[in-house]
């Protein structure tokens, strides 16, 4: 059997991140790495939220209900003009430590800016290539 026989599409999954607190989740994925909400669901107006970002196509479930056993969880967000997000982020003067581009593979290319969200979830923004 071949699975053009069963007529199924696989789609882009979304990673679910733990987070404890809304003001701060919103101040890092929102306010500073410019992510933007999509929707926002809750049990009753007193609950934790869980909600989807996008920031491009990059699409992020955080969610409020986790707690600290909840594990970490590592994204690899692909990205066009990684230097000139660095600088973007550089330039918010947030108080968040000073991104930087590096090339975790030795290969002479700064492919990667690795950010720590304030909930130890782990933010990959990846190039293939070195630009500009």
Not at 68 to 77: D, G, H, L, Q
């Amino acid at each position: 059997m071949n699975e053009s026989e069963y007529r199924f599409e696989i789609r882009s999954s979304i990673p679910v991140l733990r987070m404890f607190d809304e003001a701060k989740a919103k101040d890092f994925y929102l306010d500073y790495l410019g992510f933007e909400v999509d929707w926002e669901s809750r049990f009753s107006p007193a609950a934790p939220v869980y909600m989807q970002i996008h920031l491009g196509e990059a699409l992020l479930h955080l969610n409020g209900h986790a707690t600290e056993e909840t594990p970490t969880a590592e994204v690899n967000i692909p990205i066009l003009g990684l230097q000139n997000f660095c600088d973007y982020l550089i330039g918010k003067n947030a108080n968040y430590p000073k991104p930087i581009a590096v090339d975790p593979r030795y290969q002479g290319r700064n492919t990667d800016l690795n950010l720590y969200d304030p909930f130890g979830n782990y933010l990959v923004f990846c190039s293939q290539t070195t630009e500009g």
